[in-house]
């Protein structure tokens, strides 16, 4: 199923690629500007669409060759997130999109993957009469506090 897509009445499900990328989340801002330099992450009427995990913790032991050097120990790295976004199935435009990530990236071995998957894509239909869109209960939009970042 995953070497096509199909429709709804709604929607179209697009074959498409994920890109996730780990960082920790003080980089986010400065990785993304490089990929959205490339592709502009579109999805309908919206543009630079991706997603980010709450912060976690990164755990990691540098080997010989690292540019820390050897340790012994394990490393944890609070305040790493995970970042998500689709692209078109181009593997030009991947591998673009993936060497911005890693001159962009803090680390030596950025954590990058890409997965084939099918995508939903709406096909604008009227929802004017909709109950569940937002647009057409509270407008709760307008009241959600900007998202901080914690240190």
């Known amino acids: 199923m995953i070497d096509s897509g199909f429709e709804t009445t709604s929607l179209r499900m697009t074959l498409l690629l ?71 199935d181009d593997q030009t435009l991947a591998a673009r999109v993936v060497e911005a990530i890693f001159q962009a990236h803090s680390y030596q071995e950025p954590v990058i993957r890409i997965q084939p998957i099918l995508a939903s894509r709406s096909k604008g239909l009227d929802d004017r009469a909709n109950p569940n869109r937002w647009w057409n209960t509270t407008g709760d939009w307008k009241k959600v506090a900007p998202v901080r970042e914690e240190a």
């Open 18 to 88: 994920l890109v996730t990328f780990q960082a920790p989340a003080a980089d986010v801002d400065r990785i993304m500007d490089a990929v959205v330099a490339i592709a502009p992450l579109a999805m309908g009427k919206y543009d630079r669409n991706a997603y980010q995990s709450a912060h976690g913790i990164e755990r990691y032991r540098p080997l010989d060759g690292a540019a820390a050097g050897a340790e012994t120990e394990l490393r944890r790295r609070p305040g790493t997130v995970e970042v998500s976004f689709e692209l078109p």
